[in-house]
């Protein structure tokens, strides 16, 4: 039985295949917050490969073998290579599915349905082969040979890939010119494996081409998650440049500075105290430009109170503020709290003649920490925001670098005439970036 080189070969770069297989699975695995549901549909082609090698150099193994209880194992192993064949037409399906069902109509669901109901047609008749030998049986030397209806297996199956192939064709703007090329190929291929296969069934050329695409699919992967983290560098990078803009615009500038002018005449100690708490505000956030990491929150929060300082000389006796911070170690991004805190001041309490005052709020409740800022200003609708002509200063912004850098998000309520809560909700978790330390 393992006399035979050219067996052993094949048998031996089955092994290897599968292991490698493997490999690129646990790499997707890994990778896989990247497009989440994608990656686990590839992952899943790569294990399906994976067993497929594996099924069918055990049946190389034991084809032939006089052994009742290997026999049994033969049966199972022809089953499993022939099934998986099918399981990886459908999971390739649903691959597609996943990718196109948002803008999918309803003609296109149900070709997508067809291909699986061509499949268990296929896997049914393959479960009654070892009975009724539609597709294959055994010898008398326990060879495999093929049966009278084998030739709807490869047929079945071209059909579903001419099915998956005219639906990647159908939705090619879905794909970039590199995606497109891949998904093209990764039907192709095996339709020309099967095509060689059928010729010369001695040599799994179906397996390898198999192989081949799982080897394609996972460059494909990290290529694209490549491309997704440089473009989430560069949203970063242009989100923070916006805020910076917005923050350190002439007329805060000019504000400040005038500001500045008149204390310089009526109290110079606060004068000179306002200079450095400028300073301050500046440089953290020109610091902030290169920063790509989180920040301690004590560091954001003293920024945040520079800021403040600023603006209770600029508003004088309209601008309360109170802390109630229960929770201090732990990172978020740079310019998170001060932006939301100066739309309270913009937006809510400088709109007031009383003016108003300001609670800010730290606490980790479960696996989350959850900052608020609250003011009794003005208030808006929440439903209106976007279209009441204010900017609403760093909020989208904010947002944007939260969900980016920590996977965090905002929450924001708030009510015409009573006031705006806007809460920072960040995961306690840990991260090379060192997103959250607790």
């Known amino acids: 039985m393992f006399l035979d080189p050219n067996k052993n070969v094949i048998i031996a770069l089955e092994m290897w295949g599968t292991i490698i297989g493997l490999v690129f699975m646990v790499t997707i695995v890994i990778i896989g917050k990247v497009n989440r549901k994608m990656n686990r ?4 082609l790569e294990l399906i490969v994976s067993t497929l090698l594996l099924t069918h150099a055990f049946f190389m193994i034991l084809d032939g073998t006089t052994v009742p209880i290997l026999v049994g194992l033969l049966h199972i192993s022809i089953i499993l290579r022939m099934g998986f064949c099918y399981f990886a037409v459908c999971e390739f399906n649903a691959y597609l599915w996943t990718t196109i069902r948002k803008d999918c109509d ?30 294959y049986y055994l010898d008398a030397q326990n060879h495999l040979q093929y049966g009278p209806l084998f030739v709807l297996s490869p047929a079945l199956a071209f059909l579903s890939m001419l099915i998956e192939l005219g639906i990647v064709i159908w939705y090619r703007s879905q794909w970039e010119k590199n995606g497109l090329f891949l998904h093209l190929f990764y039907l ?65 500038l000019f504000n400040c500075l005038s500001t500045i002018k008149y204390l310089c005449k009526k109290d110079p100690k606060q004068a000179s105290e306002a200079v450095v708490d400028l300073s301050f505000f500046l440089r953290t956030n020109l610091d902030a430009l290169d920063r790509k990491t989180c920040i301690p929150f004590e560091k954001e929060l003293e920024h945040t109170q520079n800021y403040i300082a600023l603006e209770m000389r600029r508003f004088i006796d309209k601008i309360h503020v ?18 939301l805190v100066e739309n309270a001041i913009k937006h809510g309490i400088s709109k007031k003649e009383e003016g108003g005052t300001i609670w800010i709020s730290s606490r980790r409740i479960g696996n989350q920490i959850r900052v608020v800022i609250r003011d009794d200003g003005v208030g808006f609708e929440p439903a209106q925001k976007k279209e009441d002509g204010h900017a609403h200063l760093g909020m989208a912004n ?23 809560e806007v809460t920072v909700v960040v995961p306690v978790g840990g991260d090379s970036n060192g997103y959250i330390s607790s």
């Open 41 to 44: 549909r590839i992952a899943g």
């Open 106 to 135: 309803r003609r296109i669901y149900y070709w997508v349905l067809a291909v699986y109901v061509i499949n268990t047609i296929e896997i049914l008749l393959l479960v009654l082969s070892v009975r009724y030998h539609f597709y």
């Open 188 to 252: 192709i291929i095996p339709i020309i494996g099967g095509v060689l296969e059928f010729f010369f069934p001695q040599f799994p050329f179906v397996n390898f081409f198999l192989f081949v695409d799982g080897i394609v699919m996972f460059m494909g992967t990290q290529q694209s998650t490549s491309r997704y983290f440089e473009e989430q560098q560069q949203k970063l990078f242009e989100s923070q440049i916006d805020i910076l803009r917005s923050q350190i615009g002439p007329h805060f």
């Open 322 to 339: 109170e802390y109630d911070l229960q929770e201090h170690t732990f990172l978020l991004p740079p310019l998170t709290i001060q932006p």
């Open 398 to 420: 904010v947002q944007e670098r939260l969900k980016l850098m920590c996977k965090g998000h905002i929450e924001v309520k708030s009510k015409p005439g009573k006031g705006t």
